[in-house]
Protein backbone atom coordinates (compact mmCIF):
# COMPACT_ATOMS: atom_id res chain seq x y z
CA UNK A 1 0.00 0.00 0.00
CA UNK A 2 1.32 3.28 -0.71
CA UNK A 3 -0.43 7.24 -0.48
CA UNK A 4 0.84 9.65 -2.62
CA UNK A 5 0.35 13.44 -2.30
CA UNK A 6 0.85 15.91 -5.44
CA UNK A 7 2.29 19.32 -5.09
CA UNK A 8 4.20 22.88 -6.72
CA UNK A 9 1.23 23.03 -9.46
CA UNK A 10 -0.63 26.57 -10.45
CA UNK A 11 -0.39 29.26 -13.05
CA UNK A 12 2.18 29.78 -15.26
CA UNK A 13 3.13 32.25 -18.22
CA UNK A 14 3.22 30.37 -21.77
CA UNK A 15 7.47 29.73 -21.71
CA UNK A 16 7.58 29.36 -18.06
CA UNK A 17 8.33 26.00 -15.73
CA UNK A 18 7.17 24.43 -12.63
CA UNK A 19 8.32 21.87 -10.68
CA UNK A 20 5.65 18.95 -9.20
CA UNK A 21 6.19 16.85 -6.60
CA UNK A 22 4.49 13.28 -5.58
CA UNK A 23 5.34 12.41 -2.33
CA UNK A 24 5.05 8.66 -1.22
CA UNK A 25 4.10 7.45 2.06
CA UNK A 26 3.62 3.46 2.83
CA UNK A 27 6.16 0.94 2.49
CA UNK A 28 8.67 -0.08 -0.65
CA UNK A 29 8.37 3.26 -2.52
CA UNK A 30 11.89 2.06 -4.30
CA UNK A 31 10.53 -1.06 -5.78
CA UNK A 32 7.56 0.98 -7.78
CA UNK A 33 8.01 2.11 -11.34
CA UNK A 34 6.15 5.54 -11.30
CA UNK A 35 4.20 7.12 -14.03
CA UNK A 36 2.64 11.03 -14.31
CA UNK A 37 -0.29 11.27 -15.71
CA UNK A 38 -2.64 14.29 -17.03
CA UNK A 39 -6.08 14.92 -17.86
CA UNK A 40 -7.35 18.28 -19.12
CA UNK A 41 -10.85 18.78 -19.68
CA UNK A 42 -13.27 16.66 -21.98
CA UNK A 43 -10.06 14.59 -22.68
CA UNK A 44 -8.81 11.34 -21.46
CA UNK A 45 -6.20 11.16 -18.96
CA UNK A 46 -2.76 10.66 -20.53
CA UNK A 47 0.59 9.31 -19.43
CA UNK A 48 3.30 11.78 -20.00
CA UNK A 49 6.76 10.51 -18.52
CA UNK A 50 7.38 7.13 -16.33
CA UNK A 51 10.98 6.62 -14.08
CA UNK A 52 11.19 2.96 -13.19
CA UNK A 53 12.87 1.50 -10.34
CA UNK A 54 16.88 1.68 -12.18
CA UNK A 55 15.76 5.37 -12.79
CA UNK A 56 15.18 4.78 -17.01
CA UNK A 57 13.04 7.33 -18.19
CA UNK A 58 10.56 7.66 -20.66
CA UNK A 59 8.35 10.68 -22.42
CA UNK A 60 5.31 11.34 -24.09
CA UNK A 61 6.32 12.81 -27.55
CA UNK A 62 3.95 15.75 -26.57
CA UNK A 63 6.47 16.52 -23.50
CA UNK A 64 9.89 15.49 -24.91
CA UNK A 65 12.89 17.68 -24.53
CA UNK A 66 10.50 19.85 -22.32
CA UNK A 67 10.02 17.60 -19.00
CA UNK A 68 11.97 15.62 -17.32
CA UNK A 69 11.14 13.23 -14.20
CA UNK A 70 13.17 12.09 -11.30
CA UNK A 71 13.24 10.42 -8.01
CA UNK A 72 14.62 10.14 -4.87
CA UNK A 73 14.05 7.04 -3.09
CA UNK A 74 15.86 8.20 0.46
CA UNK A 75 13.17 11.01 0.44
CA UNK A 76 10.25 9.02 -1.25
CA UNK A 77 9.53 11.29 -3.42
CA UNK A 78 9.25 11.75 -7.60
CA UNK A 79 9.58 14.82 -9.01
CA UNK A 80 8.26 16.32 -12.71
CA UNK A 81 10.51 19.43 -14.23
CA UNK A 82 8.51 21.11 -16.64
CA UNK A 83 10.21 23.33 -19.11
CA UNK A 84 8.97 25.87 -21.91
CA UNK A 85 5.15 25.20 -20.69
CA UNK A 86 2.52 25.54 -23.29
CA UNK A 87 -1.55 26.39 -22.72
CA UNK A 88 -1.46 22.78 -23.93
CA UNK A 89 0.13 21.65 -21.41
CA UNK A 90 -2.68 22.75 -18.63
CA UNK A 91 -4.63 20.07 -16.93
CA UNK A 92 -4.60 17.55 -13.45
CA UNK A 93 -1.67 16.11 -13.39
CA UNK A 94 -1.46 12.99 -11.17
CA UNK A 95 1.43 10.86 -9.72
CA UNK A 96 0.80 7.18 -9.88
CA UNK A 97 2.83 4.14 -8.70
CA UNK A 98 2.97 1.01 -10.82
CA UNK A 99 5.25 -1.34 -12.84
CA UNK A 100 7.20 -1.61 -15.77
CA UNK A 101 6.47 -4.36 -18.31
CA UNK A 102 9.32 -4.32 -20.62
CA UNK A 103 7.82 -4.23 -23.78
CA UNK A 104 4.18 -3.64 -22.79
CA UNK A 105 5.21 -0.60 -21.08
CA UNK A 106 3.86 1.17 -17.86
CA UNK A 107 1.02 -0.36 -15.81
CA UNK A 108 -0.02 1.65 -13.63
CA UNK A 109 -1.63 0.08 -9.92
CA UNK A 110 -4.46 1.25 -7.70
CA UNK A 111 -2.33 3.99 -6.37
CA UNK A 112 -2.92 7.42 -7.17
CA UNK A 113 -2.18 11.09 -6.16
CA UNK A 114 -5.57 13.81 -5.60
CA UNK A 115 -4.01 14.75 -8.67
CA UNK A 116 -2.94 19.15 -8.73
CA UNK A 117 -4.29 21.68 -11.24
CA UNK A 118 -1.37 23.14 -13.74
CA UNK A 119 -2.46 26.19 -15.72
CA UNK A 120 -0.46 27.39 -18.83
CA UNK A 121 -1.70 30.67 -19.63
CA UNK A 122 -1.01 34.16 -20.18
Known amino acids: QVQLVESGGGLVQPGGSLRLSCAAS????????MGWYRQAPGKQRELVATITTVHSTKYADSVKGRFTTSRDNAKNTVYLQMNNLKPEDTAVYFCNAGRWEGSSGYRPYEYWGQGIQVTVSS
Open 26 to 33: GSKFSTYS
